[in-house]
C-alpha cells in the first residue's frame, strides 16, 4: 500500500518539478536577451525604447514577429516565452489578492518576456535585411 503513495506521489511531483525546470529555463532565456541592445532599425519599427517596454506591448511585438521570416533557432525559444508569459499572467490573476507582493516580480517578469521579443524581433529585422541584400540584383 505504501508503494502505491510513493507513486502517487512521484507521479504528483513529476510535473511540478518539470514545470519549475521550464520557467528557470525561460528565466534564463530573458536574462540573456537582456544583455542585448536593440538596434535603431528594430526600436523604429516597433516604437519601443528601453524604458517604454511593458508587457502590454507583448502581442504587438508577437505580430511583428510573424512578418518577418525565421532564421531558424529562435522559433522554440520565442514559444517558450510566450507560454511562459500566458503562465506569468494567470499566476497574476491568481495571486493578485492572496500575494500582492508578487505582483511587481511579476510584472517585471512579463515586461522581460516582452524585451525578449523585441531581441527576437530584431534579429529576424537583420535576417530580412541580409536576404534582401543577397537577392538585390546588381545594376547594369
Same mark, same amino acid.
Given at each position: #500500500?505504501?508503494?502505491? !503513495?510513493?507513486?502517487?506521489?512521484?507521479?504528483? +511531483?513529476?510535473?511540478?518539478? #518539470?514545470?519549475? *525546470? *521550464?520557467?528557470?529555463?525561460?528565466?534564463?532565456?530573458?536574462?540573456?536577451?537582456?544583455?542585448?541592445?536593440?538596434?535603431?532599425?528594430?526600436?523604429?519599427?516597433?516604437?519601443?525604447?528601453?524604458?517604454?517596454? @511593458?508587457?502590454?506591448?507583448?502581442?504587438?511585438?508577437?505580430?511583428?514577429?510573424? =512578418?518577418?521570416?525565421?532564421?531558424?533557432?529562435?522559433?522554440?525559444?520565442?514559444?517558450?516565452?510566450?507560454? !511562459? *508569459?500566458? +503562465? =506569468?499572467?494567470?499566476?497574476?490573476?491568481?495571486?493578485?489578492?492572496?500575494?500582492?507582493?508578487?505582483? /511587481?516580480?511579476?510584472?517585471?517578469?512579463?515586461?522581460?518576456?516582452? !524585451?525578449?521579443?523585441?531581441?527576437?524581433?530584431? @534579429?529576424?529585422?537583420?535576417?530580412? /535585411?541580409? =536576404?534582401?541584400? @543577397?537577392?538585390?540584383?546588381?545594376?547594369?
Amino acid at each position: #500500500m505504501i508503494h502505491a !503513495y510513493i507513486a502517487i506521489l512521484i507521479f504528483a +511531483m513529476s510535473p511540478l518539478a #518539470m514545470l519549475e *525546470f *521550464f520557467a528557470w529555463y525561460c528565466h534564463s532565456l530573458i536574462a540573456r536577451s537582456r544583455g542585448c541592445d536593440l538596434s535603431a532599425q528594430a526600436r523604429e519599427v516597433s516604437g519601443l525604447t528601453p524604458r517604454t517596454i @511593458r508587457s502590454d506591448q507583448f502581442n504587438r511585438l508577437l505580430q511583428l514577429i510573424a =512578418l518577418c521570416p525565421e532564421p531558424g533557432g529562435d522559433g522554440h525559444q520565442l514559444r517558450a516565452v510566450s507560454i !511562459y *508569459f500566458g +503562465m =506569468l499572467g494567470f499566476v497574476r490573476s491568481l495571486s493578485r489578492r492572496a500575494f500582492p507582493g508578487a505582483a /511587481k516580480w511579476i510584472e517585471s517578469e512579463r515586461d522581460g518576456c516582452t !524585451y525578449a521579443a523585441a531581441v527576437v524581433l530584431d @534579429r529576424r529585422i537583420a535576417y530580412s /535585411k541580409t =536576404l534582401i541584400s @543577397r537577392q538585390a540584383i546588381p545594376s547594369v
